[in-house]
């Protein structure tokens, strides 16, 4: 019997990795935003050097997208151009957050990008992984599940997107200090995590022994059930007092974490 809380499973989708590929980078959380330029300038750095085949984004890699239409001015035209020239070294490929849900079809075809579903059972390096964002399992938010289950109906997204683009911007501002104060609040220890009852349900569903997500923060990987790890990637924050970030490489040899790439 289902545990209570637990959701029906979701749809697995699966992609196989070309046969050349032999490196895949992971990340997530970036929280692009116009006050972090060191943010942004060590993805650029990464994804012009690194000596990935791919680089899969498992969401929130914007703080806040509020519709396709803003990647032609500002701070968005310049993260669209930045993505569209790494589309041109390698192979990306997008999953939403819950930061960057409204990413839309025209935004990724015009940068050249991979939409990814989630959840997405990927097949690469010899690996069988299950990549999610992560926030779809934090079954413990209850408010923050009502809210996201509101907010991704196709009647929500057109009311949104229906809204003129500095309206948009101004509510998605305030829905994000909102946001942050009450996590300041909260304090990290007392985040939502993972509902690991449900993340194995889904690894055992999906036939799947490695589970990588986002969303929660708390790098590091753990053993979750007999054979089964999830692997949780990091935040970026180079403009913090403590600056952080970190790469979950995928190879032949199996997982491994890295700093993000460097000029030689």
Do not use: K
């Not at 032999?22 to 993805?43: K, M």
């Amino acid at each position: 019997m289902d545990r209570p809380g637990a959701r029906p499973l979701p749809q697995f989708w699966e992609f196989a990795a070309p046969e050349a590929w032999r490196t895949v980078d992971f990340i997530s959380d970036l929280h692009l935003q116009a006050d972090h330029p060191r943010t942004v300038e060590a993805l650029a750095a990464h994804l012009r050097h690194t000596p990935a085949d791919a680089v899969f984004i498992l969401g929130d890699l914007f703080e806040a997208w509020v519709g396709d239409d803003a990647r032609h001015e500002g701070f968005e035209a310049g993260l669209t151009e930045l993505l569209s020239d790494a589309a041109s070294r390698r192979s990306l490929a997008f999953m939403a957050g819950n930061r960057d849900f409204l990413v839309g079809a025209e935004m990724l075809r015009d940068c050249g990008i991979m939409a990814l579903a989630d959840p997405t059972v990927l097949v690469a390096c010899g690996e069988r992984l299950l990549l999610t964002h992560g926030d779809a399992l934090c079954l413990e938010d209850t408010a923050y599940q009502r809210f996201r289950a509101e907010v991704r109906t196709e009647r929500w997204c057109r009311d949104f997107l229906a809204r003129p683009l500095a309206e948009r911007r101004a509510l998605a501002a305030r829905m994000r200090d909102a946001s942050m104060a009450h996590q300041r609040n909260q304090g990290p220890e007392l985040w939502a995590d993972v509902d690991l009852a449900s993340a194995a349900r889904w690894m055992h569903e999906a036939g799947t022994p490695v589970l990588v997500h986002g969303h929660t923060h708390r790098p590091g990987n753990q053993e979750i059930a007999p054979g089964l790890l999830r692997a949780v990637l990091s935040d970026w924050d180079l403009d913090a007092a403590t600056p952080r970030a970190e790469v979950l490489r995928l190879t032949r040899f199996g997982l491994e974490r890295v700093a993000p790439a460097r000029p030689r």
